[in-house]
């Protein structure tokens, strides 16, 4: 999704926002553009379409230099990728550049058009600098031109703002969509995530909705919706700028698959004491909520929503609490009914999807009296602000587009949330606890060990180079594992990849199965492996070619027409799901090598869905 970087230094800004652009690349972007205030006063501008590497071409050829920029890299949302549409924008004096939609633009336009401004996107951004522009007629500074406007603008926004006639500040503002403001040494900036800017500083300010900061070289001014000044705290951030290098590894998604070990450690530390999960984890009131729960309502989207389903699974069969899981775009503009005494649970990497951030604002309005509890990757998100319990999983930052170390770290999540409301619902025991401990403390080991079958899939992936679609079964939670493997075989190698509950195939997808589509299943030894091998057997008749993943105790027979891999030893439920996962990242990964896509940054997507 876009992403946005700017700064006020005493240096040339330039190479700065440069390679601040290359670290906002894994959020997904289609063109890219920098724009700084000259020495002589002016704004010059480069933008490009495409990776950033066209832009440094461009930037060769005609260097920018000045002490004050802002630059952007942008998803196409309103007008396609060109270099017209590709932000910053200009009007006269003003640049700007904007993350998020702003959905009464057409009006804004219409106006502005009456005005004598002149369009040259096809974008909604567009608007804001000429609204700027026209505002700065009779304000006195550009702070109170940009308080003015974005009085008018409906939508999300995060928003740098220059002008060349004020050439020592930059003017931010958020509604919606996140920014960030780094403190440095030697300068400060602004950011729509951290990544940007971890070489220049670890402080940052993470503005809240409809605040507005003056940033200039040696002070930061900020003001709330109502224009008072208000202080917001510099948090220092842990995430160091060698953690998102790329190390032996050739591709982020290879890391970040082989990181699992550590990131399931580290997501477990000090959430367990003396073989006990510590209900304390989810916040200081946890255990008085958890107590007082009836009910569970889940919401995410993506990868994230795949988790959500996991644990739905976990919740009613092991916490017996009854559990709904609903992708966030559709809860939220739904007329759902939201019992008192629900625990409303967010899941997310990010903490910043947008549909998933106002799902949980509509649930807030829907009944006040809900709790709700934000499970995410990131310290500081919108999400975790605005939640009343939250678990931060310990992934690190994870660059690659598809999510794969936040998936694992968020079941396990998920499993100490499980036994946590069991423990104090008394539906789970002491010896059930054990187990679920016993289990998670193996999940290191085990996940080391499944990530052992490497080259082997390797291997089998090539079998996948001129398909183009493909089916993936499961049943029970490994239905969900099946969602994520073919979510992650789709996102990153464009094979058409379908996932069923198994024991829904001969209600329709089995018509589609012959030789040319090869079918992934899911089969661990649990109770529902024999309905599982019956199903195999109606797709096998078919001429489908088969991979199958089992343990060691599921005994299924290897056929030329049947390839199957022995994952694991026998697993628990909870720490199944997890280890079944890696197999198929592993899969779509080398299936993605195979057809020679871009792996960390797959076309058309983006890291976290900011907008609507
Ligand atoms: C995007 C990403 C997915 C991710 C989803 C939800 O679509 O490409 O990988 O699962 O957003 O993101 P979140 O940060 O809320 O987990």
Not at 190 to 202: G, H, P, R, Y
Not at 271 to 300: L, P, Y
Request: charge should be positive.
């Amino acid at each position: 999704m876009c992403g946005i970087i700017g700064g006020v230094t005493n240096q040339n800004i330039t190479p700065l926002l440069l390679s601040g652009l290359k670290n906002l690349e894994y959020r997904g972007y289609d063109s890219s553009g920098i724009v700084v205030i000259s020495d002589k006063r002016l704004l010059e501008r480069q933008r490009s379409v495409g990776r950033i590497a066209n832009l440094e071409k461009k930037l060769i050829i005609k260097n920018l230099h000045g002490e004050i920029g802002i630059a952007h890299t942008r998803w196409a949302t309103h007008g396609k990728p060109s270099d017209e549409n590709a932000h910053p924008h200009i009007s006269n004096s003003i640049s700007i550049v904007h993350n998020g939609i702003i959905e009464n633009y057409v009006n804004l336009k219409n106006q502005l058009i009456t005005k004598g401004y002149e369009f040259t996107s096809d974008t909604d951004s567009e608007i804001i600098a000429h609204s700027i522009d026209f505002a700065m007629k009779t304000c006195k500074s550009l702070t109170s031109a940009v308080q003015k406007v974005v009085k008018t603008l409906e939508g999300s926004y995060g928003l740098g703002v220059i002008s060349s006639n004020f050439p020592n500040k930059i003017i931010a503002a958020r509604k919606g969509s996140p920014l960030i403001i780094g403190v440095g040494k030697k300068g400060n900036y602004i950011s729509s995530d951290q990544m940007a800017l971890l070489s220049e500083t670890n402080k940052f300010i993470f503005l809240e909705d409809h605040d507005i900061a003056e940033i200039k070289i040696d002070q930061i001014k900020i003001f709330d919706m109502n224009s008072n000044q208000v202080e917001r705290p510099i948090v220092i951030s842990n995430i160091k700028a060698g953690e998102v290098d790329k190390g032996k590894y050739s591709h982020f998604m290879q890391k970040e698959i082989f990181e699992q070990p550590q990131a399931i450690r580290d997501t477990l530390e000090s959430r367990i004491t003396n073989d006990k999960v510590n209900c304390s984890a989810f916040g200081h009131n946890a255990e008085k909520i958890f107590k007082s729960i009836k009910h569970i309502q889940i919401v995410a989207c993506g990868t994230s929503f795949n988790a959500g389903l996991v644990a739905k699974y976990w919740f009613e069969d092991i916490s017996k609490i009854p559990c709904n899981v609903e992708v966030a775009s559709e809860y939220r503009y739904r007329r759902p009914i939201l019992l008192d005494k629900t625990l409303f649970i967010t899941l997310s990497q990010s903490g910043e999807t947008a549909d998933t951030i106002e799902a949980l604002k509509s649930a807030k309005k829907l009944n006040r009296s809900i709790n709700s509890l934000c499970i995410c990757n990131a310290a500081e998100s919108s999400l975790s602000r605005i939640s009343d319990l939250v678990f931060l999983t310990h992934a690190g930052p994870e660059i690659g587009v598809a999510s794969t170390k936040s998936f694992t770290t968020q079941l396990v999540a998920m499993a100490l949330l499980v036994c946590s409301i069991g423990k104090l619902k008394n539906t789970i025991d002491v010896d059930s606890e054990n187990l679920i401990v016993q289990g998670l403390k193996k999940l290191p080991g085990l996940v080391n060990d499944a990530l052992l079958s490497d080259s082997a899939i390797k291997s089998l992936a090539k079998s996948f180079k001129d398909k183009t679609s493909s089916l993936f079964l499961g049943r029970g939670t490994m239905y969900a594992i099946a969602l994520e493997g073919a979510l992650k075989l789709k996102e990153i190698s464009y094979i058409h990849a379908e996932a069923y509950p198994a024991g829904e195939l001969k209600h329709g997808p089995i018509a589609l199965i012959d030789e040319d589509m090869p079918v992934v299943a899911v089969a661990p030894n649990d109770e529902l492996l024999v309905k599982l091998k019956s199903n195999l057997n109606e797709v096998k008749s078919r001429g489908s070619q088969m991979i199958v993943f089992e343990d060691e105790k599921s005994n299924i027979k290897s056929l030329d027409s049947m390839k199957v891999f022995q994952v694991t030893s026998n697993l628990g439920r909870i720490t199944a799901p997890i280890i079944f996962t890696i197999p198929l990242q592993l899969l779509s990964y080398h299936v993605a090598l195979v057809k020679g896509t871009d792996v960390d940054k797959p076309r058309n997507l983006a890291k976290s869905v900011t907008v609507e």
